[in-house]
């Protein structure tokens, strides 16, 4: 009985939610390196790719398509639930939410660029092509790219993984707790699955920890991922493909205004970006309180959407099933 209520939750009838993650995780890396294999092995017929060779170039898109085919089996098959659970709540709000997510993060971002560049720690290059990469295209690819990251890690980190974490530790039917403990776990993950990329630094770890809190608050006050999924977009989009700054220690192959970084790099974050600075981490903290005062303001009251935490178990299946 003790080894099958490791795996087993009898008062919810499926599997437990650290089991199901892992499951959702494996399945979906499994996926991703078999798709990747089979466009290596075709890689000289597939379509141009100007900027990275066909593997990486369909990477993102392998990513996103495993994500979405992996999530929605889970979801039916052993979360046991719809797929739109995981914040895809698509009502009146959801696109009033969108924008303002995607209003937020190009005001963030174009005021951290305005306070380095008035402080002096930006100096603006002349425009040019960097390694024969077409202007025009590589700023296009920017929002195609930068789209399907924002979808695919919100509704993986703060989708997928926030909502079996905060149902798994909503002990005693009590749901805050579990969303606690959801926010920290989630953006715990989300700061260690950034520490293997360029320049990232122990700060830079613990930065982006902050950055998931942060992007984690327009999800727990409505519901809804449609306000973290736009931030996500237009902060990375603006930082990289039009303010010329490194993307989570990435460097960007073309933007809009090419910069040079200077400064003292705790407040620029220097090779990584303003992400691994305290200039980022201010600016997660005011993000964070503009997203209070609108919802405030829109709603005249602020909530914690407690029902991310809660399972709604459907006994009528349950019955049938044991039977």
């Known amino acids: 009985m003790f080894i099958k209520n490791i795996f087993w939750n ?15 995780l494996l399945s979906m890396s499994l996926l991703i390196m078999g798709l990747v294999l ?4 075709f890689e000289d017929f597939l379509p141009g790719k100007p900027v990275w060779a066909a593997s990486s170039f369909y990477q993102k898109p392998i990513e996103v398509f495993s994500f979405l085919l992996t999530a929605f089996l889970c979801a039916k098959y052993i979360d046991r639930r719809s797929f739109k659970d995981f914040g895809l709540v698509i009502d009146k709000y959801w696109r009033s939410e969108f924008y303002a997510g ?30 024969g990469i077409d202007f025009i295209y590589g700023v296009l690819y920017g929002v195609v790219l930068f789209l399907l990251v924002g979808f695919e890690e919100e509704m993986l980190v703060r989708g997928y993984m926030f909502k079996n974490i905060s149902e798994g530790f909503n002990f005693n039917n009590k749901p805050l707790l579990g ?34 809190i942060f992007l984690a608050v327009g999800y727990i006050l409505t519901g809804r991922l449609a306000l973290p999924i736009g931030l996500h977009i ?13 993307v989570s220690g990435n460097s960007i192959p073309t933007s ?7 400064g003292p790099e705790i407040i620029t974050g220097g090779a990584f970006g303003p992400e691994a600075g305290l200039i980022g981490i201010v600016f997660y903290f005011v993000g964070g309180g503009l997203i209070f005062i609108w919802l405030k ?27």
């Open 256 to 262: 809009i205004i090419t910069i040079q970084q200077g």
């Open 179 to 212: 969303i606690t403990i959801a926010i920290l776990i989630t953006s715990l993950m989300f700061g260690f699955a950034h520490a293997s990329n360029p320049n990232a630094t122990l700060i830079s770890s613990i930065s982006i920890c902050l950055a998931g």
């Open 297 to 323: 303001v829109r709603n005249k009251k602020i909530n914690f959407v407690l029902s991310i935490a809660e399972y709604k178990t459907n006994k009528a299946e349950e019955i049938t099933v044991e039977n």
């Open 102 to 131: 995607l209003l937020l993060g190009i005001i963030l971002m174009a005021l951290i660029f305005g306070i380095e560049y008035s402080a002096g720690w930006i100096t603006i290059l002349e425009q040019s092509q960097i390694n």
């Open 10 to 24: 009898s008062d919810e009838f499926r599997i437990r939610s650290g089991w199901r993650i892992l499951i959702q």
């Open 234 to 246: 237009t902060w990375n989009y603006f930082q990289g493909y039009v303010f010329g700054f490194p």
């Open 38 to 41: 089979l466009v290596q092995q």
